[in-house]
């Protein structure tokens, strides 16, 4: 069978996204395709969204050469198909990639959910208030050292260190320097890398 058989694509046309459904046995699956690009290292990714009978079942990024591979982890989501299934949607998906208009972003999303990314928010919070970190023009400065020691003795690293710093950034709760995940401050004529946290945005 052709990929066509197994997916449809909504239209040929370049835009910023394309819709994918499924036929016949597939068709309560359907998928929004993105296609982002860091302004900085000018790498490119697909961020894909997933729906079951029009519910959204969460979303999985890829980088393009790994997306035979990786789009299996649809199913961690819940969408369970196929290999041939998983094989057949990555095939559609690059045949129609430069149907996609890249969205260009300061950082690429990450697979961490916003649940995740807000425990770890949390977690930081009641750091900062157990050490009374003290408050700067509306941040609170972590050492990326101390918060990198904090991480590694709490559940969540599971996670890679990396890519909580850069889902807390995407999601606003950490200020960054272009193309980073953390911070340069200047201390006694020195720059000193920190996890810059927004109080606001944690609420303290």
């Not at 066509?4 to 909504?10: G, H, V």
């Not at 095939?91 to 425990?119: G, H």
Request: aromatic fraction near 12%; charged fraction near 30%; include cysteine.
């Amino acid at each position: 069978m052709s990929a066509k058989e197994y997916w449809k694509i909504d239209n040929n046309k370049i835009q910023t996204s394309h819709i994918i459904v499924g036929m016949d046995d597939l068709k309560n699956f359907s998928f929004e395709v993105i296609r982002l690009k860091d302004i900085y290292s000018y790498e490119e990714v697909l961020k894909i969204n997933a729906f079951y009978d029009g519910k959204e079942y969460g979303s999985r990024i890829s980088k393009v050469s790994k997306l035979d591979t990786e789009i299996v982890s649809l199913a961690d989501i819940g969408i369970n198909l196929t290999r041939v299934e998983y094989i057949e949607l990555s095939s559609l998906i690059k045949n129609n990639y430069y149907n996609l208009e890249p969205q260009e972003r300061e950082a690429i999303e990450n697979n961490i959910s916003d649940r995740t990314v807000e425990a770890v928010a949390g977690f930081y919070r009641d750091y900062i208030q157990e050490k009374q970190i003290e408050k700067r023009e509306g941040f609170y400065n972590i050492p990326v050292e101390d918060f990198k020691r904090e991480f590694n003795d709490s559940s969540f690293k599971r996670y890679n260190i990396s890519d909580i710093k850069e889902a807390l950034k995407i999601r606003g709760y950490i200020k960054c320097n272009a193309g980073r995940n953390d911070l340069a401050i200047k201390v006694d004529g020195v720059n000193h890398r920190y996890i810059s946290f927004d109080a606001q945005k944690l609420g303290v």
